[in-house]
């Protein structure tokens, strides 16, 4: 079954350091999407993006963080210089139709330290 | 603001008994979508359960079951024969019935241990 797949599933870095995180979604779906948790908190929306642009970023996605879709597979999350906030699992999905009715799949997710 | 509140962070329940996971939520909306995610220990988020918010029937799927009220903003997930495998943290969601909107709003999550 297809899946959505998440690298790396773990990641410490020092502050200050960038960080990517990439996201294989599923290959016939259009919608993307990053979520993150900080621990014990909800699942945030960071972005959406379709048709090659972000289509809708919270506030928390600000100038730090992009999102780009290089090679028509990979979707990646860049956090230009990261803080200690930014500790959390983030969470890749996709879905076939949008959101107004479509099922979200999942990765199981990249754990980001920043120390 | 939409907001979706999970007041239960853990619950256990012993194999083969019935639990039922509290979900609430503040909306202005409408129409909109609610679901529940399940997410196993070390594993992916996988939808549970759907339910539309024009539809008055709950919706149900196998051994689960929602308690949607529209009046009282409330969804709760019934989780009938519980089994070993249902033990992850279950996720309340909505999302508006809106062109243009791509952000599902989650709960905190209720961390549900079945006990053999």
């Known amino acids: 079954e297809p899946e959505v797949t998440q690298t790396p599933s773990h990641q410490v870095t020092q502050m200050g350091q960038e960080v990517i995180l990439r996201c294989v979604p599923i290959?016939?779906?259009?919608?993307f999407y990053w979520y993150r948790q900080i621990l014990g908190q909800k699942v945030e929306f960071l972005v959406s993006?379709?048709?090659?642009?972000?289509?809708?970023k919270s506030e928390i996605f600000d100038d730090q963080f992009s999102v780009e879709r290089p090679d028509g597979s990979n979707f990646t999350l860049k956090i230009r210089s990261t803080k200690l906030e930014d500790s959390a699992m983030y969470f890749c999905?996709?879905?076939?139709?949008?959101?107004?009715?479509?099922?979200?799949?999942f990765g199981e997710g990249s754990r980001l330290t920043v120390l | 603001a939409q907001t979706v509140t999970q007041s239960q962070p853990e619950m256990s329940v012993q194999e083969a008994e019935t639990v039922t996971l509290s979900c609430t939520y503040d909306t202005s909306e409408n129409n909109y979508y609610l679901f529940w995610y399940k997410q196993p220990p070390s594993r992916q988020m996988i939808l549970v359960i759907r339910?539309?918010?024009?539809?008055?029937q709950n919706a149900t799927e196998n051994r689960f079951s929602v308690n949607f009220q529209k009046a009282a903003k409330s969804f709760s997930l019934k989780i009938s024969d519980s089994q070993l495998g249902d033990t992850a943290m279950y996720f309340c969601a909505f999302i508006p019935q809106r062109a243009g909107t791509y952000k599902y709003i989650f709960g905190t999550g209720t961390r549900l241990k079945v006990l053999a």
């Open positions: 290959s016939n779906h259009l919608y």
């Open positions: 339910q539309e918010a024009y539809k008055q």
């Open positions: 993006f379709y048709n090659n642009e972000i289509s809708e």
């Open positions: 999905a996709s879905s076939e139709t949008p959101s107004l009715t479509g099922e979200l799949f």
